[in-house]
């Protein structure tokens, strides 16, 4: 059984090397030359342009409404000086208020910066359209037969500046006798709540459509490869639809190119240039790694929600009323629209959640497969990172935690182990006895099991209930964004980030950069020690060809883990150390278990040398 397990996992590390290896190659290495190049789009051709606003009084799927994309780039200093806006300030969130059109195209979060340099700005997330990065977000009405404010409209405000204490109100009449109004407020944290309002003061009825939109300019070729979307962490388009997430729709797949190979493999339901819903649509919008950009409506079972792609590297959430609303002469319809607009925190997602009900706000984070015992284990890194202050430190206390739950475990794992070297050479004789007769040698063989009270399943299960809990910890390692910038002691600034110091140029001694690939921290480098020390305590494999594979397995791992997250560095190599500890102390309990494997080592070895002798013998 040792050796059926040895083979197991020689098979699964063997996939990860076959199919993480080109992903990761593709997500980690892409060629990113020119990757911050300004493309000026003055002459862009039509159908890189989506069309501005048009009514929508039925649910036929006709576009809602877009900002206008085909224009030449421009800095943003100077495409916020071009309108005039309404300042946002709040603790967490600076921007500001774009009056033509109503759009919320400027936020920046001040407690999260771009790098970890002393001047280093705040994170932006959105930019008006005519920039780089062009993101924002508005509401508004479509109908027919009726004046409604659009992308060029200039709204009136009563106030200068949005804060948690001072709601703004944006105004706007048309000639027919209809008035708009937006009454915007901000909280403290990072939701912004749009409530719509218009007055019909003409004679006659008229049909409008609220709806609410983000819109976003993505530039498919060069997305950072920390913000590129794999199969283990979905960034783009997200929503939860009839009370589950889903993260089928990318951009790729949007804007009409093939899906990748999970995503054919799993079978997305992304139809090119739109996906739209119409059950229940709790919240929608885009997600990267650590930021989101959500709409939530107030009535989740009357409104119809799509994702449109419009060309150029354009995309589009929207929200609308199912079906457009009479309002009568005097009469008035209100509508609330919400956007969260910030950091994917935990603890803020839940409190949405939990006191809005926004249904599974916190899915904005791919917990993924094992949501259920991720959140436990990033509640318990949490606790201990606010417990200790360095959240390295509570990375190693938490893989203590886990190594001591698992210890009872690996403790009848060992004694399964030992009562298995015990009867090696009973099986050894039987398997002598019946080479012949297989069948027989398998009921024996079980006979033996069942005399010597073996179970031979019992030194598998460790490995098996690792895997989830390794994944789920790279998942909570990676997705962390209260792990982001946060540093561990002497060069690990970051622990989101890859170990930055590598013998390759001398720990920086040297003056260049070496190779993204060959960039091997000092952080993986211990993990292959470690990971090959833990080998050498473990009974060696009988097959030369699995004795070959565990031998080069941590090397190959060194340089595969190079790139991930120096939190995840971290714990391995700490879990390593633990596991070298925990079998050299249970050695010392099974001291049987080390005479037998010193036994068979020397006799593997006199067999050796008598193999040697004699081809030596049969070559002279």
């Known amino acids: 059984m040792d050796d059926k397990r040895n083979i197991i996992m020689a098979v699964l590390l063997t996939g990860i090397i076959l199919f993480g290896w080109p992903l990761m190659m593709e997500r980690f290495f892409p060629d990113m030359a020119n990757k911050n190049e300004v493309v000026e789009q003055a002459n862009a051709p039509a159908n890189d342009q989506i069309p501005g606003d048009k009514s929508v009084p039925s649910t036929n799927g006709t576009d809602i409404a877009t900002g206008v994309v085909s224009e030449k780039i421009r800095p943003l200093a100077a495409v916020l000086r071009e309108n005039p806006r309404i300042l946002i300030d709040t603790p967490r969130v600076k921007g500001s208020i774009n009056l033509k059109g109503g759009r919320i195209d400027d936020l920046t979060l001040s407690d999260h910066t771009v790098d970890m340099s002393k001047n280093s700005a705040p994170v932006r997330l959105f930019s008006p359209s005519g920039t780089q990065d062009a993101y924002f977000s508005r509401v508004g009405w479509a109908?027919?037969?009726?004046?409604?404010?659009?992308?060029?409209?200039?709204?009136?405000?009563?106030?200068?500046?949005?804060?948690?204490?001072?709601?703004?109100?944006?105004?706007?009449?048309?000639?027919?006798?209809?008035?708009?109004?937006?009454?915007?407020?901000?909280?403290?944290?990072?939701?912004?709540?749009?409530?719509?309002?218009?007055?019909?003061?003409?004679?006659?009825?008229?049909?409008?459509?609220?709806?609410?939109?983000?819109?976003?300019?993505?530039?498919?070729?060069?997305?950072?490869?920390?913000?590129?979307?794999?199969?283990?962490?979905?960034?783009?388009p997200v929503g939860v639809y009839e009370g589950a997430a889903n993260y089928d729709v990318d951009y790729k797949n949007l804007a009409g190119e093939e899906p990748g190979f999970f995503a054919?493999?799993?079978?997305?339901?992304?139809?090119?240039?739109?996906?739209?819903?119409?059950k229940d649509v709790s919240w929608l919008g885009f997600t990267d790694k650590y930021w989101l950009s959500a709409l939530i409506p107030d009535n989740i079972s009357d409104v119809d929600a799509k994702f449109r792609s419009g060309g150029g590297d354009i995309f589009q959430a929207e929200i609308a009323k199912k079906s457009a609303q009479i309002i009568g002469p005097g009469q008035q319809l209100k509508t609330t629209t919400r956007l969260f607009a910030g950091a994917k925190e935990n603890d803020v997602l839940v409190k949405y959640q939990e006191n809005l009900g926004v249904i599974n706000l916190d899915r904005a984070i791919d917990w993924g497969w094992f949501y259920w015992f991720e959140k436990p284990l990033f509640y318990l890194l949490n606790w201990l990172f606010n417990l200790v202050g360095n959240f390295g430190v509570a990375i190693i206390l938490m893989t203590f935690i886990v190594r001591g739950i698992m210890f009872p475990i690996a403790q009848k794992q060992f004694a399964s182990m030992a009562q298995m070297r015990a009867v090696q050479p009973k099986m050894k004789a039987i398997q002598a006895k019946h080479k012949d007769d297989k069948q027989q040698q398998q009921q024996e063989?079980?006979?033996?099991?069942?005399?010597?009270?073996?179970?031979?399943?019992?030194?598998?299960?460790?490995?098996?209930?690792q895997i989830p809990i390794f994944f789920a910890l790279y998942k909570v390692l990676m997705l962390s964004i209260e792990m982001r910038h946060q540093p561990f002691i002497l060069w690990i600034k970051d622990l989101s980030a890859p170990d930055p110091l590598t013998p390759v140029n001398l720990f920086g001694l040297l003056p260049f950069d070496p190779p993204t690939f060959l960039a091997v921290g000092i952080l993986p480098i211990l993990m292959g020690i470690t990971m090959h020390l833990q080998f050498k305590l473990n009974p060696a494999p009988m097959d030369p060809m699995q004795k070959q594979i565990f031998s080069i397995m941590p090397w190959i791992l060194v340089f595969i883990m190079a790139p991930f997250a120096a939190g995840l560095q971290l714990y391995w190599t700490v879990s390593n150390t633990l596991t070298i500890l925990q079998q050299k102390w249970l050695y010392s309990r099974h001291p049987q278990m080390k005479e037998m494997m010193a036994k068979e080592a020397e006799e593997k070895a006199q067999k050796a040398a008598a193999d040697k002798a004699a081809a030596d013998k049969a070559g002279a």
């Not at 048309?174 to 944290?189: F, H, V, W």
């Not at 009270?453 to 490995?463: T, Y």
């Open 264 to 278: 054919s493999l799993f079978g997305t339901s992304a139809v090119a240039g739109t996906n739209s819903y119409d």
């Open 143 to 236: 109908g027919d037969g009726v004046a409604v404010p659009d992308d060029n409209t200039i709204w009136s405000a009563d106030r200068s500046k949005l804060t948690p204490e001072t709601p703004v109100t944006l105004t706007w009449s048309n000639e027919t006798g209809q008035t708009y109004a937006i009454k915007l407020s901000i909280d403290d944290d990072y939701l912004i709540t749009s409530e719509q309002n218009v007055i019909n003061r003409s004679e006659t009825p008229i049909a409008l459509r609220p709806y609410g939109l983000i819109n976003r300019k993505r530039d498919l070729e060069n997305i950072p490869p920390s913000e590129a979307s794999t199969w283990t962490i979905h960034s783009g």
């Open 445 to 465: 063989i079980m006979k033996l099991y069942k005399d010597e009270k073996v179970n031979p399943l019992a030194g598998c299960l460790p490995i098996f209930l």
